[in-house]
C-alpha cells in the first residue's frame, strides 16, 4: 500500500477504524472520517505510535447530502490522488433508537447515511478515483438484505429498523453491481461485501445483539478486497467475508437496479445519466 491513498468513511469506530490502523501500518495515507473529533485524535495518535503516516481527518455528518458534497470537495482539494474508497460508515437497525427517523434532506436516516450518501461520494470522487487507476471501490453491506418497495422507499408504511436498514444495504449492493457495469474498462473496480456477523461494535451493542465475530475477522475481509491481488480484475460481485457468494435475487433484477439509479441520482440532486 505504499504511496497509496486511501479514503475510509466511518473509520473513527469499529471495523473501519481496524482497516485505516492496518492499512496505515501497511504504509497508505489514510484519509480517516467520522463525526466524532475525539475518537478520530485517538485513532491518530494509535496510527502515529504504530509508525504510520500522519492520518488527515474529514469531519462530515452524512445525514446530509450538503456535508456529504463538502466531504468530497474537500478530499479532492488536498489530493492528487485517490486509489481506493471504502464506503464504510453506517448506522444499524436500532442506533439511537429503532424508529423511523429522517435525514437532514427529508430521507428516510438509514437510506440516507447508509447507501445515499455513499452513491454520491463515489460520484463525486469518480474522476479522482479514474485518475488514479487501477483503483479500487469497496462498499461494505450486509448479508441483511430486504428488497426496496420502489412504491414505498421511504418506507412511511411498516416501518421496522431492520427492514430500513436491511433496505438501505441491499441498495449498495445492486448500486455496486450496476456501477462496475459503467465502469467497464476504466481501471476502477467495485464490489460489495458483508464482512462478518455481528461483529463487536457500537452497532451490533447498540441493537443489543451479543457479538459472535471481531472487528479483526471482518476487517479482513475488508482488506481482502482493497489489496488483494486474486481480486485485482473482479467488479461488480458481492462478497460473504472472503468468498463470493449471491445477494438478494432483487440486486440481479437489471430493472430494479436501473430504477434505483435514476431515483439516487434524482435525490442526490446528480445529473441524470
Ligand atoms: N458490525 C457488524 O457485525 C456488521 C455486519 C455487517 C455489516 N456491517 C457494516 O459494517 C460497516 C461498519 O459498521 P461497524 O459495525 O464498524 O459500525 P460502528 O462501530 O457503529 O461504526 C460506524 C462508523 O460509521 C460512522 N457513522 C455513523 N453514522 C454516521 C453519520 N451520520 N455520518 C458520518 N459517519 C457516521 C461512525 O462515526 P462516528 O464515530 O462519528 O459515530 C463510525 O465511524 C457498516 O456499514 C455496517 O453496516 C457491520
Known sequence: ????????????????RYVATRLAAAGARVLIHGRDKARAETLRDEIKRAGGGEPMFYPADLSSLAATRKLAQAVLA??????????????????????????????????????????????????????????????????????????????????????????????????????????????VTVNSLHPATYMNTTMVRAGGIAPISTVEQGGEAILHLVTGDDVAGTSGRFFNGMREAKANPQAYDAAARKRLRALSLELTGLPAA
Do not use: C, W
Not at 500500500?1 to 473501519?16: A, C, E, N, P, R
Not at 471504502?86 to 438509514?110: F, H, K, M, Q, V
Open 78 to 187: 488536498d489530493h492528487e490522488r485517490l486509489d481506493v474508497f471504502i464506503s464504510n460508515a453506517g448506522i444499524g437497525s436500532r442506533t439511537e433508537g429503532p424508529e423511523r427517523r429522517t435525514s437532514a434532506d427529508g430521507y428516510e436516516l438509514r437510506f440516507a447515511v447508509n447507501y445515499l450518501s455513499g452513491f454520491l461520494l463515489a460520484h463525486l470522487l469518480l474522476p479522482l478515483l479514474k485518475a488514479s487507476a487501477p483503483s479500487r471501490i469497496v462498499n461494505v453491506a450486509s448479508l441483511g438484505q430486504h428488497p426496496i418497495d420502489f412504491d414505498d422507499v421511504m418506507i412511511t408504511r411498516g416501518y421496522g429498523g431492520s427492514r430500513a436498514y436491511a433496505q438501505s444495504k441491499l441498495a449498495q449492493i445492486m448500486f455496486t453491481i450496476d456501477l462496475a457495469e459503467q465502469l467497464e474498462g476504466s481501471g
Open 1 to 16: 500500500m505504499d504511496g497509496k491513498t486511501v479514503l475510509i468513511s466511518g473509520s473513527t469506530d469499529g471495523v473501519g
